[in-house]
């Protein structure tokens, strides 16, 4: 009866061990996984600052032309309003 018993404890204790070896060997797939996922994520926000600095740019520069645009044209119409008046 003793033997009996402690082979039970013995083949419960064994599985338990496999159990445990297999969840600790998912749980390092899953965070490696999970990592992947991160590295995925944080790409694509790279990604999507890039898209948005590049936009930001864009702007900045049709402004900047704009502005230099404005600048001749002021200059012209003091230009001329000067002659006129002058």
């Given at each position: 009866?003793?033997?009996?018993q402690?082979?039970?404890l013995h083949?419960?204790?064994s599985?338990?061990e496999?159990?445990?070896v297999q969840?600790e060997?998912t749980?390092?797939?899953?965070?490696?996984e999970?990592?992947?996922?991160?590295?995925?994520?944080?790409h694509v926000m790279?990604d999507?600052?890039?898209d948005?600095?590049?936009?930001?740019?864009?702007r900045f520069?049709r402004?900047?032309?704009?502005?230099?645009l404005?600048?001749?044209?002021?200059?012209?119409l003091?230009?001329?309003h000067?002659y006129?008046h002058g």
């Amino acid at each position: 009866m003793f033997d009996r018993q402690l082979e039970q404890l013995h083949a419960q204790r064994s599985l338990l061990e496999h159990k445990i070896v297999q969840l600790e060997s998912t749980l390092v797939e899953m965070k490696f996984e999970l990592q992947k996922l991160e590295e995925a994520e944080q790409h694509v926000m790279v990604d999507h600052l890039e898209d948005c600095l590049a936009e930001v740019d864009q702007r900045f520069y049709r402004l900047k032309d704009f502005g230099e645009l404005l600048m001749v044209d002021l200059k012209k119409l003091l230009h001329r309003h000067k002659y006129r008046h002058g």
